[in-house]
C-alpha cells in the first residue's frame, strides 16, 4: 500500500535540498551514543548517510517505499561502503528488533506525522522498548504559531527558492496550509514550479501532507506520562535556551 510520502519520493530532495541545519546536531548526537543508533522516519537518507560516514552502527527504517528506493540508489554513491548502515521498511509504531539502541531519533518533524494519540502513544511504548536503560530518545518539532493558526487558509505563500546548480533550474516553492484546531492537524499542500535557466517555469506539481501539531507542555506530559524522563529541550539545533522566541522544540529524553 502507498503511503502518502511515496508521492513525495521523487521531487523530496529537490524541495529540500538546502535543508541542513540539523544534520550536524544529529551527527554530534550519534557519536555521543557510542553505541548503535536507530533513526526512524529517514525518507531518503538526508540525515542518514551524514551518521553513517562517522562508522556508526545505524539501523534506518520508514514505512514508505518511494523514500527507501531512493535512500538504496544514493548508497552506490556514498564514499564509503556503508556495510555499518541497514535500511528497513517499517512503522515506527509497530517496528521489531531483536536489540536494543543508545540512541533513537526522529529528525525533521517526522513524530508529528503521527496524527492522532493513539498512534503516538503506541510509537513511544515502541521506543521504550528497543532503548536501553541509559539510552536516549531525541527529535524536533516546530513550535505551534497562534498567528498562522488563525491566518487565512486559501493563500498561496511563497516558502522558498531552491537553486538546483547541479541540473541548472530552479525550484520555486509556495505553500498553502489548512488548520483543523479540533484534531490539531495542519494540512499542507506545497506547489512547486520548476524553472529553467532562463527563468521559464517548464513544470508545476503539487504535494500534499499533513501533520498533527503539539504544544509544549503537551509533549513534555505525553513523554513523561509514557516512561520517559525529560533531559533537555532546546529552542534549535545549536543547543540554545528554548524560550518563548524559539520556532523549534528540539527534544531530548532519557527512560524513567
Same mark, same amino acid.
Given at each position: ?14 524541495? %529540500?535540498?538546502? /535543508? +541542513? ?17 536507530? &533513526? ?6 538526508? =540525515?542518514?548517510?551524514?551518521? !553513517? ?9 520508514? +514505512?514508505?517505499?518511494?523514500?527507501? @528506493? ?17 535500511? =528497513? ?8 528488533? #531483536? ?32 532503548? +536501553? ?6 527529535? #524536533? !518539532?516546530?513550535?505551534?504559531?497562534? &498567528? ?21 533550474? @530552479? ?14 492537524? /495542519?494540512?499542507?499542500?506545497?506547489? =512547486?514550479? &520548476?524553472? #529553467? ?22 509533549? %513534555? ?7 520517559? @524522563? ?7 539545533? &545549536? @543547543? ?17
Amino acid at each position: 500500500m502507498n503511503t502518502e510520502m511515496d508521492l513525495w519520493s521523487d521531487i523530496y530532495d529537490q524541495v %529540500y535540498l538546502d /535543508v +541542513n541545519e540539523d544534520i550536524d546536531f544529529y551527527v554530534q548526537e550519534s557519536i555521543l551514543s557510542d553505541g548503535s543508533v536507530l &533513526e526512524l522516519g529517514c525518507g531518503t537518507g538526508r =540525515v542518514t548517510f551524514p551518521i !553513517a560516514r562517522e562508522g556508526i552502527d545505524l539501523i534506518a527504517i520508514d +514505512n514508505s517505499t518511494g523514500m527507501l @528506493k531512493m535512500a538504496l540508489e544514493k548508497i552506490k554513491h556514498q564514499d564509503t561502503s556503508c556495510t555499518n548502515l541497514e535500511f =528497513v521498511k517499517s512503522d515506527m509504531r509497530n517496528f521489531t528488533f #531483536n536489540k536494543k539502541f543508545n540512541l533513537i531519533i526522529i529528525p525533521f518533524r517526522g513524530f508529528q506525522s503521527l496524527l492522532n494519540i493513539n498512534d503516538q502513544i503506541q510509537t513511544l511504548l515502541n521506543i521504550k522498548e528497543h532503548l +536501553n536503560r541509559d539510552g536516549r530518545f531525541i527529535f #524536533n !518539532a516546530f513550535v505551534p504559531s497562534s &498567528e498562522s493558526m488563525e491566518g487565512p487558509e486559501d493563500i498561496l505563500s511563497h516558502y522558498k527558492d531552491v537553486q538546483d546548480v547541479e541540473n541548472d533550474r @530552479k525550484f520555486i516553492i509556495w505553500n498553502q496550509s489548512e488548520y483543523d484546531q479540533f484534531n490539531q492537524i /495542519v494540512h499542507t499542500r506545497v506547489v =512547486v514550479d &520548476e524553472s #529553467n535557466n532562463l527563468g521559464d517555469v517548464v513544470r508545476r506539481f503539487y504535494r500534499d501532507f499533513s501533520l498533527r501539531y503539539t504544544f509544549r507542555w503537551e509533549f %513534555y506530559h505525553l513523554l513523561r506520562s509514557n516512561g520517559f @524522563k525529560l533531559l533537555n529541550l532546546y529552542g534549535d539545533f &545549536e @543547543k540554545s535556551d528554548f524560550d518563548d522566541s524559539s520556532t523549534e522544540m528540539v527534544w531530548e529524553f532519557g527512560l524513567e
